[in-house]
């Protein structure tokens, strides 16, 4: 069974219905960070390691 995935996006998220961002989500049984686009959510999803995106993340924060 896949687990359920509790998407949340950035308070920073704009636009007329809030749909200009991206969702995140931590899938915790496989230990990645999932990420899909707010405005086409069906589309597909990109999975990452959640150590590679904590790295991305402090990189975003000294290089933005």
């Given amino acids: 069974m896949a687990e359920a995935l509790n998407w949340w996006k950035s308070t920073y998220s704009s636009g007329g219905d809030g749909d ?8 915790t049984a496989h230990r990645r960070i999932c990420v899909r686009d707010s405005k086409a959510p069906a589309r597909g999803v990109l999975s990452v390691p959640v150590p590679s995106f904590a790295l991305f993340i402090e990189h975003l924060k000294h290089h933005p």
């Fill in 20 to 27: 200009t961002c991206v969702e995140i989500a931590e899938a």
